[in-house]
């Protein structure tokens, strides 16, 4: 059973499990925040992107990027590129180093990637985005996926064609981010558009765009027929979701947020986690978002992200999060 496989056959107490996915995400998916997405229920837990290029030079962000957490057994490395060969050689260099799922970015709509000719630019280049994905298709034994978006341009809606040139070619599985190049993350994530590539194609199809809460998981689900959820900013500082979402796709009670004290042992024991994984100059810096994010919507969270920027090391800022939270009216 490979992969891909795997993750569709996973069941629940009440039967059908429909896979929840946290979405690829650069600067955020790193090892310590997939251990913690996998935790609160996500089935499956992207990498960050990896750039072909740097992969098959070994540098050591590339090889970071690339290395699963010990409670990962379906580890999905993201890769990007826009070289066919180089393509096939990083996805051959992350199997050999233990993923288990290659997925292609066609999707990445930043200029430093798309000018290059990566990410979302493929979907502009049709028989390119084909020879890619044979080629790393041909490369490895492990299942490989496409994320895409839905075009380049609201001219140029094209991800019908690509997802079923992915699926022509090998590709195990589609992810559609419902929105075209242009789009960037303004507007409203097409779900119709989404609807219409799953019902074309014969391999799984997973619906990627403004699901936030429970609700409107199984809006997308509904309307869209998808196979299965992929979540990215709503994840930010509410890594439970995936809890929360798969409890109410199975009628169950949506279980409550965590409380202050719980929620202070996750964020310490994130925060711990980057500095063990990023060494602790580096690991200080990198936890100040996800800090910022954790702390939304508390008393005093403008004032404590402030310090917390500020902070001249991870003693301090350890000592800083363990002050805020006590100080909260609620804890
Ligand atoms: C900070 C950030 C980084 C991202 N990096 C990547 C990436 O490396 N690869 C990718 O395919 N998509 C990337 N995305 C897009 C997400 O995977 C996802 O498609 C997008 O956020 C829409 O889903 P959402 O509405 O659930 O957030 C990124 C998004 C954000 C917000």
Request: aromatic letters at 6%.
């Amino acid at each position: 059973m490979d992969a891909i496989d795997e993750l569709f056959s996973k069941k629940t107490t009440t039967g059908r499990c429909v896979p929840l996915l946290l979405a690829p995400m650069a600067g955020v998916t790193d090892a310590p925040f997939r251990r913690i997405a996998l935790k609160f229920g996500a089935h499956l837990a992207f990498s960050e992107m990896v750039a072909s290029q740097a992969m098959v030079r070994n540098t050591p962000k590339s090889l970071k990027i690339a290395s699963p957490t010990d409670c990962e057994p379906l580890f999905a490395v993201q890769i990007a590129g826009s070289d066919p060969k180089v393509m096939a050689e990083a996805a051959r260099m992350n199997e050999g180093r233990g993923a288990r799922i290659i997925d292609i970015n066609m999707g990445c709509p930043v200029k430093k990637i798309t000018n290059n000719g990566a990410g979302a630019a493929l979907l502009k280049d049709e028989s390119l985005a084909a020879a890619i994905i044979h080629a790393v298709c041909q490369a490895v034994k492990v299942p490989v996926t496409v994320k895409i978006r839905l075009g380049w341009d609201q001219d140029h809606k094209n991800g019908l064609a690509i997802a079923r040139i992915a699926e022509r070619n090998g590709a195990r599985m589609v992810t559609v981010h419902g929105r075209t190049r242009q789009d960037m993350y303004r507007g409203k994530a097409d779900w119709a558009a989404i609807a219409a590539i799953k019902r074309e194609l014969a391999i799984p199809v997973i619906g990627n765009g403004d699901v936030v809460d429970p609700e409107s998981a199984l809006a997308m689900l509904t309307q869209t027929g998808v196979d299965g959820l992929m979540i990215g900013r709503a994840t930010l500082g509410r890594p439970w979701i995936f809890n929360q979402v798969a409890h109410y796709l199975a009628d169950a009670p949506i279980p409550p947020k965590p409380d202050l004290g719980s929620l202070l042992e996750l964020v310490l024991d994130h925060f711990h986690a980057m500095i063990h994984t990023m060494g602790p100059i580096l690991g200080n810096r990198a936890a100040r978002k996800h800090l910022a994010w954790y702390t939304r919507g508390l008393v005093d969270g403008a004032r404590f992200r402030d310090a917390v920027n500020r902070s001249p090391d991870h003693h301090t800022t350890a000592q800083m999060i363990q002050s805020f939270f006590h100080t909260q009216p609620e804890f």
